[in-house]
């Protein structure tokens, strides 16, 4: 069954320190992989997206993130959190074909200290 | 700002009654997608309309219907409401329907069933 998942519900860190949030997917083929962030009482927005090609991905914000085949995985780092990165995280990924789903993970909440 | 708009931002209401969810994608985007956020489920994709027609079909309920006019602007009925329908049901859009269409998201609907 196609699913994803974020294993940290949580994470905290402190301002100017580095951050990975881990996504692993389980599907047929590779998908399209997004990440998106929603900050609270807003909606989602577009981060980044890898559909084929190099495996490294740069997003807005200074986000970046890494396709890796054989670990099925999708992490999402940035070198150096801001305060205001303090949101949710979503990963989420599609079908390069046939009927159009999106699945999305459950979910990071970042909390960065002052 | 994403340009999708949904209306009304909240909404209360009682067990067994219906309500409707309105969205307006960004100008020029033919392809609209419901979504519902829940404390239990998470994010779920219920449906996807594209150019008035539906596209493709994720965990909605029967006692849930969407359709999208020829405006492009869609809505979300919910019927005999449960409790369990408490959830932000976003609304998103994107300029085609395939998979790697970037969705742009609207603030959502927060819907209370008491």
């Known amino acids: 069954a196609q699913s994803v998942t974020q294993p940290d519900i949580h994470i905290t860190v402190s301002e100017g320190a580095s951050l990975e949030l881990r996504c692993n997917y389980s599907?047929?083929?590779?998908?399209?992989l997004f990440w998106y962030v929603q900050s609270p009482g807003q909606g989602l927005q577009l981060l980044l997206k890898y559909f084929s090609g190099d495996t490294l991905v740069q997003g807005i914000k200074g986000f970046e993130a890494e396709f890796k085949r054989s670990q099925s995985s999708f992490n999402l780092r940035k070198p150096s959190v801001h305060w205001s990165d303090a949101a949710e995280y979503f990963c989420a990924v599609g079908p390069h074909s046939g009927t159009y789903k999106y699945i999305f993970g459950t979910g990071t909440r970042l909390k960065v200290l002052a | 700002d994403s340009g999708v708009t949904q209306t009304p931002k909240h909404l209360i209401t009682a067990t067994g009654q219906r309500v409707t969810l309105r969205c307006s994608p960004r100008?020029?985007?033919?392809?609209v997608y419901w979504y519902q956020q829940s404390l239990d489920q998470g994010l779920q994709f219920l449906i996807q309309?594209?150019?008035?027609?539906?596209?493709a079909k994720g965990n909605i309920l029967e006692r849930f219907s969407a359709q999208q006019f020829p405006d492009l602007h869609s809505e979300l009925n919910l019927s005999s409401l449960e409790l369990g329908d408490s959830a932000l049901y976003f609304c998103?859009?994107?300029?085609?329907?395939?998979?790697?269409?970037?969705?742009?998201f609207g603030p959502g609907t927060r819907l209370l069933v008491l």
């Open positions: 599907y047929g083929a590779t998908p399209y």
């Open positions: 100008s020029g985007d033919l392809s």
């Open positions: 998103a859009s994107s300029v085609n329907a395939g998979a790697g269409e970037t969705q742009y």
């Open positions: 309309y594209y150019n008035g027609e539906e596209r």
